[in-house]
């Protein structure tokens, strides 16, 4: 009877279906004999678990499994040693593992967690982080709570639902974070922070929505960071990667951010975007990268093939979303232009950098600026030199004729 036996209304199930959490914790904590030849672990399904599971600062040697299972409080394991926990289809008001010890996964798929966060700040799980299909409503700002949470395997939270944010900065997870599908909602606020965070792979796409920022500031990312199809919606600021260094980086949102991008002094070994992609506002300042090009485009930037002519258009259009003028965005991108052999490109980048400081100058530089570029466009086109000493020439010819 699946209505009968969903969770959320655990609270109707009798005693015939009830366990009482001192009972749970007493089992955990030795209180079975042991068999001879067994391993010994504590599986519940179905059950109603009343009182308070509170198991912190213990060392339980056992696994530890809740299916389909209503907790009528939070569970408490602060500080505790374990080996996998698994509390799935379940649900529970909240899960405090700080400064725990997992020897094994900590598995919470498809389960709901409502009215209390997830705590994991300061934990050590020797396996995965399983979230895939949970939904997590904390009370506060935020949903999960997992500063300098260290992983020896990754984060999987496809198609995990967060009312509030999810915390992560300093964390190490090496086996990658996958968000695919993900919904974080903290509107007003931060629905990703993991700045600091250290990870081989950071997976936002296949539809994730941030409602809420998105902070991966001076994150270092070993493998592939992707915003493919995703919609976030930021405040002022929508992502923001302040000092992030990244081997791939692929930023081709479904739509417009609502809040401008930060990319100042980040680093991509390889860079992908798409125009839709572009907010108003792109901070470029100290932004360097290996390769760029255009997910949308016909051509690739980088292949060493043909470039069409509006692909530098559209580069130097998303450098003019940086607010004022700063030369570092222009150097950055004719140097890439350079690299591949388009020296053409190169040069004119570089001379639309002088135009755009000539704005910034006083009147009389600015004429002096229109002068270098109508004589010999600031140096970058010398053959203009050559027009003007042909047309003196011949109104010197003329002259003299007359």
Same mark, same amino acid.
């Given at each position: 009877?699946?209505?009968?036996?969903?969770?959320?209304?655990?609270?109707?199930?009798?005693?015939?279906?009830?366990?009482? *959490?001192?009972?749970?914790?007493?089992?955990?904590?030795?209180?079975?004999?042991?068999?001879?030849?067994?391993?010994?672990?504590?599986?519940?399904?179905?059950?109603?678990?009343?009182?308070?599971?509170?198991?912190?600062?213990?060392?339980?040697?056992?696994?530890?499994?809740?299916?389909?299972?209503?907790? #009528?409080?939070?569970?408490?394991?602060?500080? *505790?040693?374990?080996?996998?926990?698994?509390?799935?289809?379940?649900?529970?008001?909240?899960?405090?593992?700080?400064?725990?010890?997992?020897?094994?996964?900590?598995?919470?798929?498809?389960?709901?967690?409502?009215?209390?966060?997830?705590?994991?700040?300061?934990?050590?799980?020797?396996?995965?982080?399983?979230?895939?299909?949970?939904?997590?409503?904390?009370?506060?700002?935020?949903?999960?709570?997992?500063?300098?949470?260290?992983?020896?395997?990754?984060?999987?939270?496809?198609?995990?639902?967060?009312?509030?944010?999810?915390?992560?900065?300093?964390?190490?997870?090496?086996?990658?974070?996958?968000?695919?599908?993900?919904?974080?909602?903290?509107?007003?606020?931060?629905?990703?922070?993991?700045? /600091?965070?250290?990870?081989?792979?950071?997976?936002?796409?296949?539809?994730?929505?941030?409602?809420?920022?998105?902070?991966?500031?001076?994150? @270092?990312?070993?493998?592939?960071?992707?915003?493919?199809?995703?919609?976030?919606?930021? /405040?002022?600021?929508?992502?923001?990667?302040?000092?992030?260094?990244?081997?791939?980086?692929?930023?081709?949102?479904?739509?417009?951010?609502?809040?401008?991008?930060?990319?100042?002094?980040?680093?991509?070994?390889?860079?992908?975007?798409?125009?839709?992609?572009?907010?108003?506002?792109?901070?470029?300042?100290?932004?360097?990268?290996?390769?760029? @090009?255009?997910? #949308? *485009?016909?051509? *690739?930037?980088?292949?060493?093939?043909?470039?069409?002519?509006?692909?530098?258009?559209? @580069?130097?259009?998303?450098?003019?979303?940086?607010?004022?003028?700063?030369?570092?965005?222009?150097?950055?991108?004719?140097?890439?232009?350079?690299?591949?052999?388009?020296?053409?490109?190169?040069? @004119?980048?570089?001379?639309?950098?002088?135009?755009?400081?000539?704005?910034?100058?006083?009147?009389?530089?600015?004429?002096?600026?229109?002068?270098?570029?109508?004589?010999?466009?600031?140096?970058?086109?010398?053959?203009?030199?050559?027009?003007?000493?042909?047309?003196?020439?011949?109104?010197?010819?003329?002259?003299?004729?007359?």
């Amino acid at each position: 009877m699946p209505e009968a036996d969903d969770p959320a209304v655990g609270e109707e199930w009798g005693p015939e279906r009830t366990v009482r *959490a001192a009972v749970v914790a007493t089992l955990l904590l030795g209180g079975n004999h042991d068999r001879s030849g067994a391993v010994a672990a504590l599986r519940l399904a179905g059950a109603r678990i009343t009182g308070r599971l509170d198991l912190s600062g213990t060392e339980i040697c056992h696994t530890f499994s809740l299916e389909g299972c209503r907790l #009528d409080e939070a569970v408490n394991v602060h500080g *505790a040693t374990t080996r996998t926990i698994a509390i799935a289809d379940s649900w529970v008001p909240g899960i405090d593992a700080e400064l725990a010890r997992i020897g094994g996964d900590l598995d919470l798929r498809r389960s709901a967690l409502e009215g209390g966060p997830l705590i994991l700040a300061n934990a050590h799980v020797a396996g995965n982080l399983l979230l895939t299909d949970a939904r997590i409503s904390g009370p506060g700002e935020w949903a999960v709570l997992a500063g300098s949470l260290i992983l020896e395997g990754g984060v999987f939270g496809e198609r995990l639902t967060t009312r509030g944010g999810l915390r992560l900065p300093g964390a190490h997870i090496p086996s990658g974070l996958f968000l695919q599908a993900a919904r974080l909602e903290n509107a007003g606020g931060v629905a990703l922070a993991a700045g /600091g965070v250290v990870a081989s792979t950071v997976d936002c796409s296949q539809g994730f929505t941030a409602q809420g920022e998105v902070r991966l500031r001076r994150a @270092r990312i070993e493998g592939l960071l992707t915003f493919d199809g995703a919609c976030l919606n930021g /405040g002022s600021i929508a992502l923001d990667c302040i000092a992030m260094q990244v081997a791939d980086f692929d930023f081709r949102a479904a739509a417009p951010l609502s809040g401008s991008v930060d990319l100042r002094f980040a680093q991509a070994a390889w860079f992908q975007d798409s125009e839709q992609s572009w907010p108003e506002k792109v901070l470029l300042d100290g932004f360097r990268y290996g390769s760029i @090009r255009f997910g #949308d *485009a016909s051509s *690739a930037e980088g292949d060493g093939g043909t470039l069409a002519r509006d692909d530098v258009a559209r @580069r130097l259009a998303w450098i003019r979303r940086n607010p004022g003028y700063s030369p570092q965005p222009y150097e950055e991108l004719a140097g890439w232009y350079r690299q591949i052999g388009h020296d053409d490109d190169a040069r @004119r980048v570089l001379l639309i950098k002088q135009r755009h400081r000539r704005l910034t100058l006083s009147p009389p530089a600015r004429a002096w600026g229109h002068l270098l570029d109508v004589t010999v466009g600031y140096g970058y086109r010398p053959w203009l030199a050559g027009v003007w000493l042909l047309i003196l020439t011949l109104l010197g010819a003329l002259a003299f004729r007359t």
